[in-house]
């Protein structure tokens, strides 16, 4: 068989831009000669076709490199497997960081995140074969629930899902102890059977984080039954003191509580039951309530527009409706009609219900567009923003926030405070909710535009117009003082005694 696979073949080749094919090279191709035996050949040759549909023709070009520096460390030795699943994955790992600090390779390398913050991660090289061997690993065939990574879809449980945050696998493998994770295991999968899946992989973080606290601390447990209150109240203390905030550390808290006490019910440990107190739960830090100034907006709104054309009309439409990204992104082809003459809207709520608004001319005229965008492009799908990928699913909230905070990054966009742009689609809905506030609506009006049950959220918008408050306070307070001036004509040296 022939030992080259040139990038030509690859799916990723076809979907690649000229500029890039030709920056690439036609003729670029993997060398498997450059191993030696053939089961390793036939592994990464899978591998290799397998990638060249996941990624870019830029990736598949990296990857060439780590291959080659793979080969390269394999020459090392004289003896090595023929397979890679004839090692374990951390001796190949032990192989190629050997192999790195010999050739000078830094182990580690920084990777800045959306948010700016830089961070130290492990080299891609080793990340590249890690790849490879758990794409090759086969599948394990005990049930799912003795597994440490859940597949959900083969789980026997409807699990209830945000569609714009798309949960495919649960990972157990972050808790440590053995038998605390197979307990944890039985509250999880109860839990999954009331709670949305958000609220289970929070879970989830919270026991990931104990574990690991249990585990640097060198204290040693293996089982919740040995989970004690002066434990607890170790662990307390150093949440409490490790520098996070207190709406984080109260919802970890009451995650890990509600977890134990499940374990505590389904494995016969009652003292778990009554392990937490409620002044366990630290108090929440009130949330700062912010929206965009107009300065703001016109600036993002600048740079917005030299994103993807779909995913500017759907951030656009975002702003006009004022809607919840979750319900923006879920946005029906058949959400617009006509009544009474006026352009009507029907939006979907994932959270709450399904109700209907007013737009203007303008905007359904720019919904008509991003749905004839979708059906040139894939065809009759339920949703006017669909992810690439799976057509069959709405535009993923990490699609979107990932572009728009790359080019919050790359442009520095600053806001009135000169401090790198915070991206939250949920602060559009916000900007909107004072707007409306602005155009002196009532309560009612405002909570039916913005799609609440009552109007108690209301004022939340409210108290965010400063300006406007400060405003008409002004005026007010100007028109009072003529009145009185107006009253006190004629008091003469009466008046003039008590200015």
Known sequence: MEDRIYYQELECYEK??????????????????????????????????????QVSLNTIWRDNMYFRQFCQ?????????????????????????????????????????????????????????????????????????????WKLEKLDILIEQNPIYK???????KILQEKIREEVKLAIYQHLKYEKIGTVKRELTSLRQFSRYLKEKQIQIQSCSEIDRDLLEEYLIFKATNGSSGRGNSDDILKLRSVLESVGKLCG?????????????????EPEFR???????????????????????????????????????????????????LDMIKIRQVKTKTFEKPVSAELATLIRKAIEYTEERYGETVYIFVDDKDTRRPLQYTTIKHK??????????RDDEGKIFRFGTHMFRRSYGVKLTELHLDDWTIAKLLGH???????????????????????????????????????????EQIR
């Not at 949960?167 to 493998?173: G, W």
């Open 16 to 53: 690649a831009e000229e500029i890039q094919r030709r920056k690439r090279g036609q003729n670029n191709y993997f060398d498997l000669s450059l191993l030696r035996a053939a089961p390793m050949k036939e592994e990464f040759r899978r591998y290799i076709r397998y990638r060249g549909v």
């Open 73 to 149: 460390a394999l020459q090392t030795r004289r003896n090595h497997p023929e397979s890679l699943m004839d090692w374990e994955e951390e001796k190949w790992i032990q192989l190629l960081k050997a192999w790195m600090m010999q050739n000078g390779i830094p182990l580690t390398r920084e990777k800045k995140n959306l948010y700016g913050k830089t961070n130290v991660v492990e080299a891609r090289l080793p990340g590249y074969i890690r790849g490879a061997y758990r794409f090759l690993k086969p599948e394990d065939e005990r049930p799912e629930r003795e597994k440490d990574i």
């Open 167 to 173: 949960t495919d696998t649960l990972n157990f493998t």
């Open 269 to 285: 440990y009652p003292h778990l039951e009554k392990l937490f107190l409620n002044t366990d739960i630290p108090p929440e830090l």
């Open 291 to 341: 929206a965009y100034s107009d300065n703001e907006l016109k600036r993002l709104n600048a740079h917005i527009t030299k994103l993807d054309e779909q995913i500017t009309r759907c951030l656009v439409i975002h702003q006009m409706l004022g809607t919840r990204i979750s319900d923006t992104l879920t946005l029906q082809r058949d959400c617009l009609s006509q009544r009474n003459g």
């Open 404 to 413: 728009v905070l790359g080019l919050i990054q790359r442009e520095d966009l």
């Open 453 to 495: 049950k009552g109007v108690n959220a209301v004022m939340h918008y409210r108290k965010m117009s400063n300006q406007l408050l400060a405003d008409e306070t002004r005026r007010a307070r100007e028109a009072q003082t003529r009145i009185l001036l107006a009253n006190l004509d004629g008091w003469g040296e009466d008046y």
